[in-house]
């Protein structure tokens, strides 16, 4: 079998620890052993069933531990897994329907496997003549023996985060996989006495690969919530952390952005965060002001500013790329913003410099199995602090996609991957300045939509998180490149209201950016489009701004 399976059987029978969900209310555990064994009765009512090695099957389930269950089955009987991404209280029923069905024939799903609360799906299934099966009837007490997969073999189709509406799904195998935890848990110095808590999605790569193979391929606890319990009273994050003596968890920045108002208004002693060791920040940019309120919010509770984690992931490379080091607060770049923007050099300047800089954190050096250079548009590899496009290449980055079109490479002859994103390198250590996509060309300077959400966020009245600079192109109703703004506010539908809010908002983005947007729309709560793990889809906010 694979290295990879090879190790999750081997855990599971010498750990003694395990999977907590349902807490804080209900709390249910089972050791990594008794997961272990319920997960050779899912895998061989699989085998029973007709599933042949290197088949896909999707999995549509909110419960951590029934997915926890049934992955490592369809792993045990040589399948590979595909979690479908699953809808949210904003979501268009009827288009996430039709898009599930798209992947589906994508990833050529062999069956798809479906818990709670998505039972409803079943039927939508069957009208559609697609194999599927409850988690609860997958159960088999007959003799079963692993199905041996091989490194190349896919371990996990990862659907990516961008629109379902063009879905792609990023290839892992199992060779990607194991490389990519090997070093994960090397670097976070994974032991017996840790306790990783998260409330990640498991469709997401954070979830899937972070929050639940890692304690599930090391032996360490795991204490999983659902995004939802998170949602509705966002402290419990904190709680289950400090109830369960948590040293890991993982989040996007905006989580913490949330939790750092929670920990504001907590009652004084009522958590204990002190045995916090890595809370990684990543799968979207990290705005040093939030970790720093998140830092000062949390030492009322014991929290450590070293135990702050920066990180740069992507589903291309498994999950992690590169993580700071736990000995490290988080460590800024303080560069000159012009320099940067015109003259594609990270240029420093000294502390203290208030105006004309971008504080950008350090990422950390690229793990082992992972290489990476920057390059420029012609592919000449750059030195450190000259800004170019961020490429990968090694033994955890996927070879290829999954398309609607059928298979499509990620590599070039030399076997690099263009991520996708800009950036730069000092002294090994990674920084990324945003998606090369997203860039904003104005007046031949590079201006990154995260610096224009960030001054736009900073105006009362808009809510935190939920801003959206898209680029304009000459012709979109403006003359030459330029970009507007796009805000979430409870003042919207009040016309004065909305005309004072559009006009602090330019004018601090002019203040902070030094270049004025084309227009400001203001919307009601929940109104920018956002995928299902939560992150702006900038190019479809552009069909909310009034033509």
């Known amino acids: 079998m694979s290295r990879f399976v090879d190790t999750v059987v081997g855990t599971a029978a010498r750990s003694s620890r395990g999977m907590v969900t349902g807490a804080p209310a209900l709390p249910a555990r089972r050791s990594w052993g008794q997961l272990h064994v319920a997960a050779r009765r899912t895998a061989a009512a699989l085998v029973e069933g007709g599933l042949s090695a290197g088949e896909a099957v999707a999995v549509l389930a909110g419960d951590p531990g029934q997915v926890a269950q049934v992955a490592q089955g369809i792993w045990l009987a040589g399948g590979s897994v595909t979690m479908l991404h699953q809808p949210t209280p904003r979501t268009d029923l009827t288009v996430w329907r039709d898009d599930t069905l798209r992947v589906l024939r994508m990833i050529d799903a062999r069956l798809v496997v479906v818990g709670a609360p998505f039972e409803a799906m079943a039927d939508v299934l069957r009208d559609q003549g697609i194999a599927h099966r409850m988690i609860a ?3 088999s007490d007959r003799e079963f023996s ?33 490389a990519n935890l090997v070093d994960s848990v090397a670097h976070l110095e994974c032991g017996e006495s840790d ?60 989580a913490y952005a949330i939790l750092a108002r929670q920990l504001a208004r907590a009652e004084a002693g009522s ?66 913003a012009l320099e940067l923007e015109k003259n594609r050099r990270a240029v420093p300047v000294r502390d203290g410099h208030a105006t004309g800089v971008r504080r950008l954190p350090l990422l950390g050096v690229a793990f082992p199995s992972v290489a990476v250079r920057v390059v420029d548009e012609s592919g000449a590899e750059l030195g450190d602090r000259e800004v170019g496009r961020l490429q990968l290449r090694g033994d955890s980055v996927t070879a290829g996609y999954l398309t609607e079109q059928g298979p499509l490479a990620a590599l070039d002859d030399d076997g690099w991957l263009d991520i996708g994103d800009e950036g730069y390198l000092v002294d090994g250590q990674i920084v990324v300045c945003g998606r090369e996509k997203d860039v904003i060309i104005m007046g031949g300077r590079n201006i990154y939509p995260t610096d224009i ?50 006009d602090a908002v330019a004018n601090r983005v002019v203040a902070d950016v030094d270049a004025r947007p084309a227009s400001v729309v203001v919307l009601p709560p929940g109104s920018l489009p956002k995928t299902p793990s939560g992150k702006l889809r900038r190019a479809a906010a552009r069909a909310l701004i009034p033509g």
């Not at 995004?227 to 948590?246: D, T």
């Not at 990684?280 to 949390?298: L, M, R, W, Y």
């Open 453 to 502: 959400e960030r001054a736009a966020a900073s105006v009362d009245g808009v809510r935190d998180g939920n801003v959206a600079a898209v680029r304009l192109m000459a012709g979109d109703g403006v003359a030459r490149e330029s970009f507007a703004v796009l805000v979430e506010s409870r003042r919207a539908g009040d016309g004065a209201a909305e005309q004072a809010l559009r």
């Open 271 to 336: 958590l204990d965060l002190s045995r916090l060791k890595a809370a990684c920040n990543g799968a979207e940019p990290i705005d040093p002001s939030t970790v720093e309120a998140f830092v000062a919010a949390g030492a009322r509770f014991g929290l450590r500013p070293e135990a702050i984690n920066c990180c740069y992931g992507a589903a291309e490379s498994a999950l992690v790329i590169s993580l700071s080091a736990l000995s490290d607060p988080m460590l800024l770049d303080t560069v000159d």
């Open 195 to 254: 306790t990783l808590v998260s409330w990640l999605p498991l469709f997401h790569d954070m979830g899937m690969v972070g929050c639940l193979l890692i304690p599930m391929f090391t032996g360490i606890e795991l204490v999983s919530v659902t995004p939802a319990e998170f949602l509705s009273r966002p402290l419990v994050w904190a709680e289950l952390m400090s109830r369960y003596n948590g040293t890991i968890t993982a989040a996007p920045n905006f």
């Open 146 to 178: 692993v199905v041996p997969a091989a490194e190349d073999d896919t371990a996990l189709l990862q659907l990516t985060s961008g629109s379902t509406a063009e879905p792609k799904a990023v290839r892992i195998t199992h060779r990607n996989l194991y």
């Open 137 to 139: 009837d997958l159960d």
